[in-house]
């Protein structure tokens, strides 16, 4: 059975950091690439960041690029997003997802990631 487990979130002030984590069981975590996503309330799921399945290239929306860093680890089935320099806009439910490594490349696109955890609450506060 696919899981993926969020973790690290929680009440910041602004201008704070977090690191966010998502854990992988049931499934060859390498052989897919890997993307955080956000949902704040009353608005659509946004595409946050993305990294291949080597972790040799990393992707960010422009709202982040420049504060968080996406990484992962192969060998503990692990990723994460360091947030840094956080602002209100940051807050929302933050989802991992994974999408298989055979399409050689990220997406922005929520409905072509297969696996999906339950969240991590991230709140940050003025």
């Known amino acids: 059975r696919v899981q993926l487990k969020e973790s690290g979130g929680g009440s910041v002030q602004s201008g704070g950091s977090l690191t966010l984590s998502c854990v992988a069981s049931g499934y060859t975590y390498m052989q897919y690439y890997m993307a955080w996503f956000r949902q704040a309330a009353g608005k659509e799921r946004e595409w946050v960041s993305c990294?291949?399945?080597?972790?040799?290239?990393?992707f960010y929306a422009d709202s982040v690029k420049g504060r968080f860093a996406i990484s992962r680890d192969n060998a503990k089935a692990t990723l994460y997003l360091q947030m840094d320099s956080l602002k209100p806009e940051d807050t929302a439910m933050y989802y991992c997802?994974?999408?298989?490594?055979?399409?050689?490349?990220?997406?922005?696109?929520?409905?072509?990631?297969?696996?999906w955890g339950q969240g991590t609450q991230v709140t940050v506060s003025s």
């Open positions: 997802a994974a999408r298989s490594a055979a399409y050689r490349a990220c997406s922005v696109s929520s409905s072509e990631y297969t696996y």
């Open positions: 990294i291949t399945w080597n972790g040799g290239r990393q």
